[in-house]
């Protein structure tokens, strides 16, 4: 169906070290949108991937969109405290009006 | 700009009680929605509405009505209220266009006793 995968559901490192959170989906995506949500807090956008192979970076986070348009992934490099939260992707459900589908999210604690 | 705006932060319902969960954005979003998250899952779709007086279920709406008298009001009512709408609710807006990100309110964590 439309659902979206999203592994690891929970993952921790030491601070420093890189994290990385995958999504799939079964059916060809027009786009993926990536969320932070830090604990107690609301979701904010962080970024969308809408072209087949595409790759986006901020800063320490780099952006991924697989070539089929079936995947994405989100890496960060050098995990700092201030990056603890759950990331989640969300695609666009169909029949447009940006409805979304959000995956289960990946939780990302950080030890210092 | 306040952005999303959402009342109240927390409340606890009784079963079968009722109340309205207050969304107002000041972006001028054409597209506003509701969804609930519970918890170590993902955000679920509950309502959504292009425009003011137009409103159309999500993924899981039983329980839940909406309306939408202006373009930056969203309440979502919730009537005989169950033990299973314990979550937490999160009003968002987005621009009128395809593909584009969508703002959060701060939540309303409710739980339902």
Same mark, same amino acid.
Not at chain 1, 22 to 49: E, M
Not at chain 2, 74 to 102: G, H, I, K, W
């Given at each position: 169906?439309?659902?979206?995968?999203?592994?690891?559901?929970?993952?921790?490192?030491?601070?420093?070290?890189? %994290? $990385?959170?995958?999504?799939?989906?079964?059916? $060809?995506?027009?786009?993926?949108?990536?969320?932070?949500?830090?604990?107690?807090?609301?979701?904010?956008?962080?970024?969308? @991937?809408?072209?087949?192979?595409?790759?986006?970076?901020?800063?320490?986070?780099? %952006?991924?969109?697989? +070539?089929?348009?079936?995947?994405?992934?989100?890496?960060?490099?050098?995990?700092?405290?201030?990056?603890?939260?759950?990331?989640?992707?969300?695609?666009?459900?169909?029949?447009?009006?940006?409805? @979304?589908?959000?995956?289960?999210?990946?939780?990302? #604690?950080?030890?210092? | 700009?306040?952005?999303?705006?959402?009342?109240?932060?927390?409340?606890?319902?009784?079963?079968?009680?009722?109340?309205?969960?207050?969304?107002?954005?000041?972006?001028?979003?054409?597209?506003?929605?509701?969804? =609930?998250?519970?918890?170590?899952?993902? @955000?679920?779709?509950?309502?959504?509405?292009?425009?003011?007086?137009? $409103?159309?279920?999500?993924?899981?709406?039983?329980?839940?009505?909406?309306?939408?008298?202006?373009?930056?009001?969203?309440?979502? =009512?919730? +009537?005989? #209220?169950?033990? *299973?709408?314990?979550?937490?609710?999160?009003?968002?807006? *987005?621009?009128?266009?395809?593909?584009?990100? #969508?703002? %959060?309110?701060?939540?309303? =964590?409710?739980?339902?006793?």
């Amino acid at each position: 169906g439309q659902q979206v995968m999203q592994i690891p559901q929970y993952q921790h490192v030491q601070e420093g070290e890189d %994290f $990385t959170t995958y999504c799939n989906s079964s059916t $060809t995506l027009s786009n993926i949108q990536w969320y932070k949500q830090r604990p107690g807090g609301h979701p904010v956008f962080l970024i969308q @991937l809408v072209k087949s192979g595409e790759v986006k970076k901020q800063k320490r986070l780099t %952006f991924q969109f697989g +070539e089929a348009k079936k995947n994405s992934s989100l890496h960060i490099t050098a995990t700092q405290t201030t990056d603890v939260g759950t990331y989640f992707c969300a695609r666009t459900l169909s029949g447009g009006y940006n409805k @979304l589908i959000f995956g289960a999210g990946t939780r990302l #604690a950080v030890h210092p | 700009n306040a952005g999303v705006t959402q009342t109240p932060k927390f409340r606890i319902l009784k079963i079968g009680q009722s109340m309205t969960l207050q969304c107002t954005q000041d972006m001028n979003h054409n597209y506003m929605y509701w969804y =609930r998250q519970d918890p170590g899952m993902g @955000l679920k779709l509950i309502y959504y509405s292009v425009g003011a007086g137009i $409103t159309d279920k999500g993924e899981v709406p039983n329980g839940y009505n909406v309306s939408r008298s202006t373009t930056e009001d969203f309440p979502l =009512r919730l +009537e005989l #209220a169950a033990p *299973s709408q314990t979550s937490v609710y999160f009003c968002a807006s *987005s621009y009128r266009q395809q593909n584009t990100e #969508a703002f %959060f309110g701060q939540g309303t =964590r409710l739980t339902v006793v």
